[in-house]
C-alpha cells in the first residue's frame, strides 16, 4: 500500500443540517476497521484516516448509506464552482424563509389579537399556514424522512415534528371540533390553559417555528459562507498573468504556467506572480495583502518576494522558486483550512452530547405529553408541552459553538498574517507562562549594522568609514558587507578610489592599497600581532566599552597607523522591547535563547527588558533548554524562525514560527506569523485566547440554555411559540458572538 492510505484523506459531505449529522458521519466512519475520522458540520469536511486496504471510496459509500453526499474536494481550479455551491444551500432557503414570514405574520396577528378575529378567520389562517407549514418547512421534513429511513433521527426530526404536530393538531381541532365553528377566539398566553381538543389551535406555532428555523439556517449559512469565503479569497490574491522572459523576450503567460527557474518582470503596482527570488533591480515590496504587515519592505537582488504581494517601488526581475501549491500563499489557505476542519477537545464533548440528544428529547417529550395527561391537565397542556420540548431542544448552538468560532477566528487571523495549525492550538495559548525568544532574526534584524565609528585624533568620522568601506567592498564576510554597505558613499567611494591588492585573512580581516595607501580592516588583535599596529590608549579603552555593550569591534588602520575603531551589532527590530512589553502585560514571562555570546546576549536583553538570558547554547542544545523549563513546571512557547530552532519549536508546549524564516521552523510550528515582527506574537496569542474563550462562551450558552429550556417546556412553563423563538435565538446567539472575532485588532 503506498503512503497515500496511511495519512489523512479530506472529504466534502452534503446534506447535513445539524451537528447530530456530523455525530453520525463520524460514528459510522469510526466503525470502518482501523479507520479514523473527524467530521466538521460548519465546514462540511470529513478529515478520515484510511489504513491499508482501504480507499477515498470506502469511506464515500459508507457516508452515501448514511444518507448524505460525499466526494473528494474539488481541485482549486473549480473554486468559483464550490462558491456558488456554498451560495446555493443559502439560496434555497432564503426564498422560503421570505414567503414564509410574510404569510406566518397574519397568521400569528389573528391568532394573538382576538380583536383581528372576525367569523371564520381560524379557516384564514389555516390557508394562509399550510404552505409555511407544508413548503416552508419541506428542509426539515426532508431531511427528517431521509434521517428516519436510515433508521435515525436528527434535530430535523424534532423540528418537523414539532411542526406537523403543531398543524395536524389544528387541522383535527378545525375539523373534527369545535374551533372550526365561527364566533370562536384566541388569546396568546405564556401557559398552555386546560381544555378540549377543540379548544386549541397551533397554527401560529407551525408558522412561527417554521420561520424562526428558516431564520436560523440562513443566517448560519451566511456566516459559514463568509467566513469559508475569508480563506478562498487568499488563494484569489494573486496575479493573473506574469511577465515572463524567454530566450531574452518578455512574454506574458498565465501564472498557472510559471515553472521553478522562471524569470519574469515585476513592474512598479504589479503584484509579484509567484514566490521568488529578486535577481536584478530594487524596490520596496507592500506585502500587506498577504501579511498584514503595513510597512513595505526593501528588496535588492538576493532576497525573497512572495507571490500576491505587489511592488511599491521600482521595476524588478524575479526568479521563480516556488510556484502552484507549493506557494507561501498557498501553504498559508491549506494551513487555515486544516485548522479549520479540526476539533478541539471541547468540541468532541459537544459532538459526544449531539449524538444521543435526539432520541433522549423524543423519550422526555413523550414523558412530558403523558405525565400531563395522567395528571389530569388536559390533552392541550400535554400536547402543548410536550411540542415545547420538542422545538426548544433543537441542539443547534451546541454543534455551532466550537465550529463557528473556529471560522471567525482562523479567518480573521490569516487576514493579519497569523496561521493557527489546529484548534488544539487554542488550549495551549491559554495555559502557557513562559514564551523563549530565539535572539538573531526573531528579536533582532538578523543583520550586521554599522552602529558607531571612534576615530582616532583628527581624523574624520567619514573619512574613516569611508576608508573602511572600500577596503570590504570585495570581503564575501557579513562583517565586511556591512562596513561595505554602512557608507551612503561606499560605492561612489569604491567607483572612483583605486582598489589594488586586496586580501583576506581568515579570522583577522582584509587589506587592499586604496589611492597608493594601505588599509587594514580586522580584529584589533590581528592587527596587533599580525601588523604590530596596536590600538592607542584612548580607542583601547572605547573598544572595551564598546564590547561591554555586546559591540563587534574591528580596528581600521593606514600606512602603518590606527587611525579608528568600527563597533557592528545584530540590532534588535524596532518593535521587539514594546513586544517585550507586551508579552508580560499578557503574564508571560520572556526568556532569550542564543549561540551567540553572553555579553552580546545580556546586551540585546537589556535593550529591550528580558531579564532571563540563555546564551553560548548550540543549536542541539536549545530542545534540552525546553525540555528543562518545562521540568521545572513551566508552560512554554518557543519562538523561532530557523533550521537551527525546528527542534525546539517542535519540544515546546507551543511552537511560534516567523513566517520569514525556514520551511523546517513553520513545519514543526503551531502558529506560524506571516509578519517578520516580533509584535506579531502578542496579537497571536490574544486572537486564540479570545477565539478559545469564544468557544467557551457559545458551549456554555449552549449547555445551559439546554439545561435550563427542557425542563421549563417540560413543565408547560413554554408555549411551543415562544420555545421556537428562544432555540432560533440560542443558534443567532452563537453564531453572532462568534462573529465578534471579526473585528479583532
Known amino acids: 500500500m503506498t503512503d497515500t492510505a496511511s495519512r489523512p484523506v479530506e472529504l466534502t459531505v452534503g446534506g447535513m443540517t445539524c451537528a447530530s449529522c456530523a455525530a453520525r458521519i463520524e460514528k459510522r466512519l469510526n466503525r470502518m476497521p482501523g479507520v479514523e475520522a473527524s467530521v466538521n458540520f460548519a465546514t ?7 489504513p491499508g486496504g482501504t480507499s477515498p471510496a470506502d469511506a464515500i459509500a459508507v457516508i452515501e448509506a448514511t444518507g448524505y453526499t460525499a466526494g473528494l474536494p474539488a481541485p482549486p481550479e473549480d473554486e468559483s464552482t464550490r462558491r456558488d455551491r456554498r451560495r446555493g444551500r443559502e439560496a434555497f432557503l432564503a426564498p422560503r424563509l421570505w ?35 407544508v413548503w416552508g418547512a419541506w428542509p426539515f421534513h426532508r431531511a427528517a424522512w ?36 365561527p364566533g370562536m377566539t384566541m388569546e396568546f398566553r405564556l401557559l398552555a390553559a386546560p381544555g378540549s381538543v377543540g379548544d386549541e389551535l397551533y397554527l401560529e406555532v407551525a408558522a412561527a417555528v417554521t420561520v424562526f428555523m428558516l431564520a436560523g439556517r440562513v443566517f448560519e449559512s451566511r456566516a459559514k459562507r463568509r467566513s469559508t469565503e475569508a480563506i478562498a479569497a487568499l488563494l484569489e490574491l494573486g496575479a493573473r498573468e506574469a511577465s515572463v522572459l524567454r530566450d531574452g523576450v518578455e512574454v506574458r503567460v498565465p501564472v498557472g504556467s510559471l515553472i521553478v527557474g522562471d524569470r519574469f518582470i515585476v513592474r512598479p503596482g504589479e503584484q509579484v506572480a509567484t514566490d521568488g527570488r529578486v535577481v536584478e533591480g530594487t524596490s520596496a515590496i507592500d506585502a500587506s495583502l ?55 477537545e471541547v468540541q468532541r464533548l459537544a459532538d459526544r452530547v449531539s449524538a444521543v440528544f435526539v432520541p433522549v428529547v423524543l423519550a422526555l417529550a413523550a414523558v412530558a405529553l403523558i405525565g400531563w395527561l395522567v395528571a389530569g391537565a388536559g390533552a392541550a397542556v400535554a400536547f ?44 495551549s495559548t491559554r495555559r502557557i507562562d513562559t514564551v523563549v525568544l530565539d535572539k538573531t532574526g526573531t528579536v533582532t534584524t538578523g543583520r550586521m549594522s554599522l552602529t558607531d565609528a571612534v576615530p582616532a585624533g583628527d581624523v574624520a568620522r ?3 568609514v569611508r576608508f573602511a568601506a572600500a577596503a570590504e567592498a570585495g570581503s564575501e564576510h557579513p562583517i565586511g558587507r556591512a562596513i561595505a554597505a554602512s557608507s551612503a558613499s561606499s560605492t561612489a567611494a569604491s567607483s572612483t578610489s583605486t582598489v589594488e591588492a586586496f586580501a583576506a585573512e581568515p579570522g583577522g580581516g582584509v587589506q587592499a592599497v586604496i589611492d ?28 572595551a566599552d564598546l564590547e561591554t555593550r555586546g559591540r563587534t569591534v574591528v580596528a581600521v588602520a593606514c600606512d602603518g597607523a590606527a587611525r579608528g575603531i568600527l563597533a557592528l551589532a545584530d540590532e534588535p527590530k524596532p518593535t521587539s522591547a514594546a513586544a517585550v512589553a507586551a508579552l508580560r502585560r499578557l503574564g508571560l514571562e520572556p526568556v532569550l535563547l542564543t549561540g551567540d555570546h553572553d555579553r552580546v546576549a545580556q546586551a540585546i536583553a537589556a535593550e529591550i527588558g528580558i531579564a532571563d538570558v540563555r ?23 518557543m519562538v523561532g524562525d530557523g533550521v537551527n530552532d525546528a527542534a525546539a519549536l517542535a519540544t515546546a508546549d507551543l511552537g511560534i514560527a516567523m513566517g520569514s524564516g525556514t520551511d523546517a521552523a513553520i513545519a514543526a510550528s503551531d502558529l506560524t506569523l506571516m509578519r517578520d515582527d516580533l509584535a506579531a506574537v502578542g496579537d497571536a496569542i490574544r486572537l486564540s485566547r479570545r477565539t478559545l474563550r469564544t468557544i467557551k462562551q457559545n458551549l456554555f450558552w449552549a449547555f445551559a440554555y439546554n439545561a435550563a429550556a427542557i425542563p421549563l417546556a417540560m413543565l408547560g412553563m413554554l408555549s411551543p411559540l415562544l420555545a421556537g423563538a428562544a432555540m432560533a435565538l440560542s443558534s443567532a446567539f452563537v453564531v453572532a458572538n462568534s462573529l465578534r472575532l471579526a473585528r479583532f485588532r
Open 44 to 50: 462540511e469536511k470529513a478529515t478520515v484516516r484510511l
Open 290 to 344: 498577504v501579511s498584514g504587515e503595513s510597512a513595505p519592505v526593501e528588496v535588492a537582488p538576493g532576497d525573497e518576494v512572495i507571490g500576491a504581494t505587489v511592488n511599491a517601488g521600482g521595476r524588478i526581475v524575479v526568479e521563480a522558486t516556488r510556484v502552484g501549491a507549493d506557494t507561501e500563499l498557498a501553504t498559508m489557505a491549506r494551513l487555515v483550512e486544516q485548522a479549520q476542519s479540526g476539533k478541539a
Open 99 to 133: 414567503v414564509s414570514l410574510a404569510l406566518a405574520i397574519p397568521v400569528a396577528a389573528l391568532s394573538m389579537i382576538p380583536a383581528l378575529q372576525f367569523p371564520w378567520w381560524q379557516w384564514v389562517s389555516l390557508v394562509l399556514a399550510t404552505p409555511v407549514a
Open 516 to 543: 597608493g595607501r594601505l588599509v587594514v580592516v580586522g580584529r584589533p588583535g590581528w592587527l596587533a600581532d599580525a601588523w604590530s599596529i596596536p590600538l592607542p590608549t584612548d580607542l583601547d579603552a572605547a573598544r
Open 384 to 427: 402543548s408541552a410536550a411540542v415545547a420540548t420538542l422545538v426548544i431542544a433543537c441542539p443547534c448552538a451546541l454543534g455551532l459553538a466550537t465550529p463557528m468560532a473556529l471560522l471567525v477566528g482562523t479567518g480573521r487571523g490569516a487576514r493579519i498574517g497569523i496561521l493557527i495549525r489546529g484548534p488544539q492550538v487554542l488550549e
Open 146 to 181: 431521509l434521517n428516519l429511513r436510515h433508521g435515525s433521527a436528527t434535530m430535523d426530526t424534532l423540528i418537523s415534528l414539532g411542526v406537523i404536530a403543531a398543524y395536524g393538531w389544528s387541522v383535527v381541532a378545525l375539523v373534527f371540533g369545535d374551533a372550526g365553528m
Open 462 to 464: 567619514d573619512e574613516l
Open 615 to 637: 546564551a553560548d547554547v548550540r543549536p542541539a542544545g536549545k530542545a534540552a533548554v525546553i525540555r528543562e523549563l518545562r521540568a521545572d513546571g513551566r508552560v512554554v512557547a
